[in-house]
C-alpha cells in the first residue's frame, strides 16, 4: 500500500496557521476541589511547523490541544491560531475555523467517524460545513482522499470491517478533508501496531511537508516522538523541555524560569543551589556542593 | 437519515411506536368520546319506544293541514312525511239491539295499505266502514250491515248530537308485524268496558270522507285530526338529537301556550335529548382524565426516550460540532433523524387510532357506532404533531446547548443534578398534596382519578431516590457474603441514571394497570349488583291486569310443587310516596330464587314469616245448620232494643279465594238457645277463617255466644278446639275470645266497647302478618297489602328486599290472602324464576288459567341496560389505559435498552477479559434490571390499590344510580392480582429477554473501538 500524497497545495488555503499561546492557565472545577490542568504555557508553533506534545498522563497535553482547538476557553491567558485569538473568537467565528482550518484528530479512531457511514460518506459529512463557508472549491474530493491516505478501495467500505490502522487512515482522511491550516492529532497511533503506526505518521509528516499544514500531535510514546521535528514536553502542566533533532533542551519560559529536564532532577533534587556562570561567552550552572 | 435509522433500528423503531402510541392516546379521546355520544344516542333511541321518538299533534280545533303548520321546517330533515288520521268517537247499537259500545270512527293515510281486509274491502267512500275480526265475532257484525251511530260527545259541552248510518263493507285484521305503525286503529278493546266509558270495541275505519265531506253520515261536532311525524333513526345521529329536542321542546311550549285551540302534543324527544346530553357530559370528563393520565405517561416516556436518544448521539454531535457545523448544524443534524421519525410515529397513530377504536367500539358498546373523524380528532392530531415537536425540540435543545467538550465525555456533566432534585422534590410535594386532598375530600369527582398517577409518581420518586442507598447496602452484604456477581448486578443496577427513569416509570405504569383492573372490575361488579337488585331475580316476568294472585300462586304450585324455581312477588304500594311498599312473595322460594346483592338469602329468617302451620278449617256444603247457644250476652246502650240486628256470623274463605261473611243466626240475649239453617257458598269447599258477632250501632255487647251441632248439608262439621283459633281486639277496647261449653262447643266470648267487635280468627290466619323489614320498624305496624291495609309484625330484618325500593318489607303472601280484608289495591303481579325452563312452563300454565304475561326481563336485559350508559363506557376505557399503560412501561425498557445497550455489553465485554463465564455474565446484566423492575411492579400495583380504595368512591358508577343503593368498593382482590401478575411477567420476561440479548453482545470484539 503507498501512501503518494496526490494532494496539490491550494492557491486560496493557508498554508499553515502559527499558534501561539501565552500564560496559558486552565483549571477544571470539581466537586470540593479545583484541577488546575495548565499553569502558564508559552508555547509559539510556526506556520507549517510540525511537533510533537510530549509527556506523561495527566500532564496536560490533551488539555492544550483542546485549547488550541477552541473546544473551550482557557481560565487564563491567551491562544492565537492564525490571526484569531480563540478566547475572544465568537461562536460563528470559532464554528468557522472548525469549518475551514482547524481539524481535531480525537484520541481513539472511532471516535473521529459516524460509525453507520462508510469512509467516503464520513468525508462528505465533514466537508459540508466548510462548503458552506466558500470554501467548496478547494475542498479535495473523497477519491483524492481516500487515494491519499492509501484506502481508495475500501471507501465504501463498512468502518466495522476495517483494521486499526486502516481506521486510522480514514480518519485522517476525514480530518484532512477540509484542507485546515491546522491539525491537532491526539494520540493518533495509540493501540496500532508498529507498521500502522509509521504509515500513519508518514502521511502526517507528509501532509505537514506538502501541503504546509502545521501538525500539533500528542503523544506519550517516545517512538512517535523520533517522528517530530520538534517536540514539547508538558510537565505539571508547563512546558517541561524542547526537543529538536533528537536534541533535548531546557525552555526559559516567557517570566525567566528554567524548568529542569525530569533526568536532571536526579542529579540536581528540589533545593539544590546552583550558580549561573558566564564562561566564554555561554552560561554554565554550577552546583554549589557546600549548602551548609 | 436512512443509514443512521439502520444503524439504530431498534431504538428508531421505539421512538417511533412511542410517538404512535402518544397520538393514538391523544386521537382515542375525541375518538372514544365521538364514539360514546353516538353509542348513547343509538343506544337511547333504539330503547325508546316509537311513541317516544314520534312527535304527534293532536287537536279537535285543528285541521290535519294546520297542525302540520306548526311542525318547525327545522325537524323536516329528521322526520318522516307526516301520517294524518282523523277520528270521531261514537256509539253503535248492537246488531241485536240489546245495548251500544262505544267505538270511534277512524280515518288513517294508508289505512288500506297497511290493513289486513280478511273480508269484503276497504272503505273509499264516505259512510263505508270496516270492522275488526274481533269486532265480528264478539258484536255479529256482518258485512253489508246497515249501522246507525251517534256521536259521542261530552253533554257539558255541546246538546247537540250527531247521528247517521253507515255500511260495514270489510273486516280487517292489524298485521302483527306492523306494531310500529303508530296509526293503527285501535284494537284490543272489543267486548271489554272502558273504565268511566263504557263497553267498547275495535275502531271503525272508515274514508276521510265519512268524516269530512259533505255527504259524511252525520255532521260531525267533534273531529280529533292527529297528525303523527316518526323519527328517522337513519337520519338522526348525537348532534342532531340534542338540536331536535330542544325545538320539539319550544314546540311543546308553543302548543302548552297555544290561543285558542288546543293542541296536544306527544313525545319523548325533549327527555331523550336531554338524558343524551347529560350523559355525554358525564363521559366527557372521565374520558378527559383517563386519557390525560395516559398522556402525561406517554409523553414522559417520550421525553424520557428522546433524551436517551440525544445522549446516545452525543459524540455525533461532538463530530458535527467539531466539523464546524455550529449548534444548529448540530441541531438540524439531531432533528434530520428525530423529526421524520417522531412525526412518522404521529402519522402511523393517526392512521392506527380509529383502526383501535372501531376494536375496542366492538368490545365496548352494545350498538354499532360510526368511527368518525371529528374536529376534535383533528385537533387532537395536531395538538399530538406539537406535543411530539415540543418534546423533541426541547430535547434537541437540551443536547445542542452542551458545550463541545462536554460533548466529548462519554456522560454528560452533571450539572443540572441540583436542579433535577429540586423539580423531583417539587413533583412528589405536590403529588403528596393531591393525595392528601384526596383523602380529604377536597377532591372530587372524576379528578379523582388522577390518584393512581399522583401517589405512583410520588412513590416512584421517592423510591429512585432511596434506590442509590438500598442497593448500596444491599450490594455491600452480598459482597461480604461473598456472591459477587449478585452485588456487581445490584450496583449495576443503579449506575446508570435509566435506571431510576424506568423504575420511576414502572411504578406509573403498573400502578394505572392496579387501577384500572381495579376500577374496571369495580364498576362491572356494581353494575351486576345493581342489575341483580333492580330484577331481583335471573328471569322476572310481570303479568297483565288483572291477575288475581291467588290464582298466580295456583298456577305456580301447580308447576313448581317444591317451590324451589318459581315464587310469586306481589308489590304493593300504598297512596303517597312515603309509604314503603309491601312484597308479599313465596318465602320458600324466594331465598332460593331471588339476589341478594350485597348480602346473602341466609340473612333473613325465612321461617318466621311462613304462614301458621296450622290445617285449615274446611267446609263443603251448601247448608248449615246447627244451635246458637248465648251465655249472660248483654246488649247496651243506646240501641240496645234493637235485637234483630245482633248476629253470629261465619267468615269463609271460598274456593275462588274471596272472603265471604255468612251470617247464622240471630243471638238470644241472656242464657238461651236458637236453631238456624243458611245457605253456604261452599260448595266446593270453603275454610272457615272467622267468627264474628255484628252488633248494631250504638250498642255495647258483651257474653259467650257457642255454636253447637253443627253440620253440612247434613254432615257434623266441628269447629274444632279453642287452641284453633285467636284472640283478637282492637284499638277501640273491643275483644274476641274464643271459648268452649262444656261439651267442648267452640264459643267466642265477646266484649265490645262501640258497634261491631272484630272477628275472632282462625289460627291459620296470620294476624299480624310476620313480615321481614328493612327499615325500622318494630313491632306492629300498618302496611299496603294486595287487599288492603294490614296489620304487619316485624319478626326480623333484610339488607334490601330485591327488586324493590327502600324501605320495602317481605311477607308471605300465602299468609296474607289467608286475610278477611278485601280491596283493590295497587299492586303490581309478577313471577319470578331461577330457571328459563320452569318459568315457560310457567308462562304457559298462567295462560291456561287466563293470565296473561306483561313482560319477561332477565337480569341480563337490566345488566345490558346499564352496561349501555356513559358511566360504564367511561370505566371501559380503563382497559385501554391499563394496557397502554403496560406496553408504555414494555416500550421504555425496550428504549433504556436500546440506547445502553452498547455501553452495558461493553462493560461486560471487559468482564469477560476479566475471566467471568458467560452464565455469570447473563445473571449479571439480569440482576442489573430484574430488581429495579421487581420493585417497580410490586410498589407501583400497591399505589394502584391503594389509589383505588382512596378514589373509586368518588368515580360515578352509573348515570342515573338505581335508588336502591349497592355500591361495593371492596378491592376486587383477584382481578388486580391477575392483571398486576400478568404486567410483572411481561416486563420481566422483557427484561430476561433484553438481558440476554445484551450478555450475548458481550464478546471481546467489543472492546475493539469499533
Redesign the interface.
Known sequence: MTTELILAPSATAPRGLAVHTRGLVHVYRGEGRDVAALAGVDLSVRAGEMIGLLGPSGAGKSTLLSLLAGLFRPTAGTVVVGDLDLTKATASELDTLHATDVSLMLQGAARNVLPFLTAAQNIEFAQVAAQRAERAGDLPGTPTLLGMVGLSDLGDEPLDRLTPGQLQLATLAVVLSTRPGLLLADEPTSRLDHEARDRVLAALARVNRELGTTVVVVTHDRDVARWMPRTVTIRDGRIGGEGRSGEEYAVVTADGFLPLPAHALEVLPPGTLVRLELEDGEYRLRVERDQS | MW??I???RFQALSLLSLAALLTTCLCLGPLYQRAMEQGLAGSVLTQATPEQTSVRLDSSDLSAEELERLFPARLDPYFSDPDVSLAAPVKVVLPDGSFSVVTRLYAADGACERLEVASGRCPTGSGEVMVSTADIETNGWTVGSQVDVTERVDPNVSDEVASGTVTVVGVYEVPPADGDWLDAPLTGRAGTVVPEVGTATDDWVTAPDSLTAADAPAQWHKITSSTLWTLDLDAVDHDSLLVIGPIVDELRQEALQGNSAAVLLLTDLPGLSERVASGSEQGRTTVVVLISQLLVLVSVVLWMVLVGATDDRR??LA?A???????R?AAAYLLSELLPLTLGGVAVGVLVSPFVMALVAKIVFPVPVPIEVTGGFVLAALAAVAAVLAVVLLAARRAVRE???SL?RAVPARHTATGTGVIEIATIVFSLTAVAALVSGRLEGPLATLAPSLLAVAAGLLLGRALGPVTRFVSVRLMRGGRAVAAAGIVNAVRRPAARRVLAMVVVATALLGFCVDALVTGQHNRQNAAEQLNGAPYSLSLQRPARPADVVAALRAVDPDHRHLTPVVTTTGNGSLTAPTVAVDPRAFPRVAFFPLSSAERGDWDAILAPGVDPLVLTGTTLEGTVASHEVRLRGPARKRVDDLVVSLQVLTSDVTTELVDLSLIPLADGTTAFSTGLPCAEACTVTGIGVRAPIGSEVSGTVVLRDLTADGSPFSLGPVTAWRRVSDDLGSSVVPAADPEGNLGVLVSSEAATPPVMLSAWVPSPVPALVTGREKGVFAAPAPEGQIDLQAVGTLDRVPGSSLGSRVVDLDGVLRRPEAGDGNYAVEVWSDDARVLARAETELRKRGILPAQLTTVDDVRSELDASPAAWSLALSVLVGGASVLVAMLVMLVATATTWRARANDLAALRMAGLPSPSLRRLELLGQLPVILVGALVGSACGVVAAVLALPEVRQFTDPPAVDTTDFATPWVAVLVACGVGLVLLAGLVVVTSRWTARRARLGRM???
Open positions: 443509514s443512521r439502520r444503524h439504530r459524540a455525533e463530530l460540532r467539531l466539523r464546524g457545523r455550529g449548534r448544524g458545550p463541545v467538550d466529548l475493539r473501538e469499533v
